[in-house]
């Protein structure tokens, strides 16, 4: 559950919050199910790439956020309200996607906007939410909301960013697979973010970056890059996406054969790809950043187990009703947890509507520590109201015979980092 | 060929897959695409040998129809038409009122998936429905029976097709360029307003209208001249695609610009998602940034690409008559070879379109099962999720790549023997045909590469 701080003194409102939250939960749940019936239903504007690069994200992001709804809805609402989604597809385009935050603000009366994937539709779209002070949830792992470039009405307080999540891979590495670590990359901004992270990270754990190797993003083919990599590499850390993942495996493979270096990768490469695909076989023994177990462990949680059996995902990451459909197991839980984040926000700040929006982002803000739990399926979280960001565990699979198996679980203190702003001292 | 164009139809289609998934893309970049082009070109390029080899009057056999039972008169067209406009109706009003996720709301799923992606492969694989739920037609006669008055305005002959081209080309500029074009409230009224504009040109100017200036009926027209079913003598008759285009009468040079620009815009809605035409523009293809980014250049392109076949088309008409010697003007070769690119325009409608119609057909699938959204269950459907799991597999890929191909394949390989049962009509003997036909046959030859080019190419959108 999201505790939100008791000590807080310079949030009034949380004190008259805490009181109504807890005279909610008092009462008898059929009573607060009939006035859930009865009222207002809490809008949730829900900005989902339907169409676009970002689609096969955006039907899983969705088929989360049903199942969660669903859920609070069952469970009582909010403050005894009904949540209704109000899905608008951005097209993942981020001009198109200010207009669908305008959209929730002015047309549809939305609470809140929420759900935002794509890195470039949430800068895109941020700005706007700001303007028309709509607290805007993201779910994108981005380091845009960390690094102080957004907004005080823009906050990502249910998945972890790439920037946490990239330097918390580097004591594994250096401690478990080798020392001499050479990068592969797309040179773009993704890459980037990898290039600029894991360094100083590996550096700062005994480590060195040997070689960086940067890929066109138009490349199809990468034999001719391979034998950039140093023969003293001990550690490969490739980050690849797009179309050609599966012919860079292949050809890595071919390239390497047997005699091959650890290798470490980004499970984004092959989210939604079934790990036990024809032509994967090189992957077998490497070594997969996740940022949810998308195989159910040994030790899987009860937590894990329902979250699974509620949004409709078999022990292996698939869809119930077609295993070859892989979800992005990885990234999704960033919904489900946001939306019991901003539940637990609003029934913390009393939220009644559009006036308590400043309220409600306060009530957030006032939160730490998440307890792993149904609401938090993924782990634990520790969140940072000053940055508005969550920090939580990161978890590192090895993969035997087409199964991921979890290796490591960082601690959240591996992934934290100094604050780069402070959100809280901007005026709403 | 019929049977390989019903198994087609009934599959369908689907664009986009996200950047950081390798997916559909990813499995195909494995595939041996150049030994599968290679031989759909090999394909296309020995039916072109074939047909030189042909005895005169073999291909025209060829397109010769099987008459079935005699046509009756279609009494009941209005009412379906009236039908139709009335399911239209509530359509736009979903549009207007219902949810605003183009994968739940009805309209954005009726007009993509249904209308645009599925009918008029339907009718340009099978046989003219349009004429049946036509929702402008049937409302058109009805206002006119009952208020009494006739079209007080005669239609401007010398116009043509033009209008129809015109908004057609607006049309793909909709399709492709426009930011939300699955928007529930954007395409209320692009609907809504269509509708009515339209139902006022008929009113106003009878059928005429419809036929010649209604972009809709013109290009569905079109596509029935490809379908196997038609009308011969008085009867309904079968053929192989194509046979319509032979049996029927020439066309008029608007008309046969229009069955160019079917092919042109159809071949850029592929284009413009390749690495190589983001490229072009500048624009990192993992990263695309969004279609409002790119509005005008997209617009750009979906005019140059047009001229540019219609230039090359005519290219090869003008050498043709040279090299065949029937020396007929250009816009007279035009007219007459024109019809010819249909069926490629059409292959290209099915393989484009049938990932799409994959998965978007499933959401038309949940609607129909739930279509007030009150849990109603219909098809049994309520516990069965979307999927996209058959792209994740290496042999359902290669399955719907492969169907992509044959349709490509099919498309050209009845575009060469419909252009040479044309070429044959006019020439004094076959070899002055095969001569004639010879450029444009390795113009459809070096198309069937391109388009299964696309297909094996990798996409950024």
Known sequence: ?428 | MPARFAIILMLALWPGLAHAHASEQGYVLLLPTDVYIAAGVASVALTVLLIALLPPGAAEALFRPATLWPRRRPALRHLTSCLSALFLGFLVWRGMTGPHDPMINPLPLFVWTVWWVALVAVQGLVGNLWGWINPVTGPAALIARLSGVRAPLRWPRRLGYWPAVALFLGFGGFLMADPAPTDPDRLSIVTGVYWCATLLGTLLFGPAFVVRAEMTTVIMRAYGRMAILGRARGCRALGVPGWQALAGPGVPLSLAVLMVVLLGTGSFDGINETFWWLVMLGLNPLEFPGRSVIIPQTLAGLVLVNLALITAFCACLWLGERLGGTRRPLAVAFRRFAPSILPIALGYHVAHYLTALLVDGQYVLKWLDDPLGRGANLLGLADTYVTTGFFNTQHTVRAIWLTQAGAVVAGHVVAILLAHALAMRDAADRRQAVLGQAPLAAFMVAYTFFGLWLLASPRGI
């Open chain 1, 1 to 428: 559950m999201t505790k939100p701080i008791k000590t807080t003194t310079r949030r009034g409102a949380l004190k008259t919050l805490a009181g109504g939250a807890a005279g909610a939960a008092t009462l008898p749940l059929w009573a607060r199910y009939g006035q859930a019936q009865s009222a207002e239903p809490i809008r949730i504007g829900f900005q989902v790439h339907r169409t676009g690069i970002g689609a096969a994200y955006g039907r899983w992001y969705d088929r989360t956020t049903q199942a969660a709804v669903k859920l609070i809805n069952e469970e009582g609402g909010i403050n005894g309200r009904m949540v209704e989604i109000v899905a608008e597809d951005d097209g993942t385009d981020p001009k198109r996607g200010a207009e669908v935050v305008e959209k929730f603000a002015t047309q549809h009366n939305c609470d809140v906007g929420y759900g935002t994937l794509f890195s470039h539709v949430v800068v895109g779209s941020a700005p706007r939410a700001g303007e028309l002070k709509l607290p805007y949830f993201v779910v994108s792992e981005g380091h845009h909301v960390a690094s102080g470039m957004l907004n005080r009405y823009t906050l990502q307080p249910g998945i972890t960013d790439v920037k946490s999540q990239v330097q918390a891979m580097a004591p594994f590495i250096t401690g478990n697979l080798g020392k001499k670590v050479t990068m592969v990359f797309p040179d773009y901004g993704f890459g980037y973010d990898h290039r600029d992270n894991l360094g100083p990270a590996i550096e700062a754990s005994g480590g060195e970056v040997i070689a960086k190797i940067a890929i066109p993003p138009s490349e199809t083919s990468f034999t001719k890059y391979f034998p950039k990599i140093p023969r003293e590499t001990e550690v490969l850390y490739h980050v690849m996406v797009g179309p050609a993942v599966l012919t860079f495996v292949k050809e890595l493979g071919e390239f390497f054969g047997p005699a091959r270096p650890e290798i470490f990768g980004f499970i984004d490469s092959l989210e939604a790809v079934d790990i036990a695909s024809p032509g994967l076989e090189f992957l077998d023994g490497t070594y997969m950043w996740e940022g949810m177990p998308r195989h159910a462990q040994e030790d899987q949680s009860e937590f894990d187990r329902f979250y699974r059996g509620k949004v409709g995902v078999d022990a292996r990451g698939a869809s119930v009703s077609d295993p070859t459909d892989v979800s992005t197991y990885a990234h999704m839980f960033g919904c489900w947890e946001t939306l019991f984040v901003i539940k637990a926000g609003m029934e913390a700040a009393d939220y009644r509507g559009p006036d308590d929006r400043a309220a409600l982002i306060e009530a957030v803000e006032a939160m730490t520590e998440m307890e792993h739990s149904r609401q938090h399926p993924q782990g634990a979280k520790l969140f940072n109201g000053k940055t508005h960001q969550v920090f939580g565990p990161q978890f590192i699979s090895r993969v035997e015979d087409g199964f991921l198996r979890k290796v490591h679980t960082t601690s959240i203190e591996d992934t934290l980092y100094p604050d780069e702003v402070d959100y809280t001292t901007q005026p709403f």
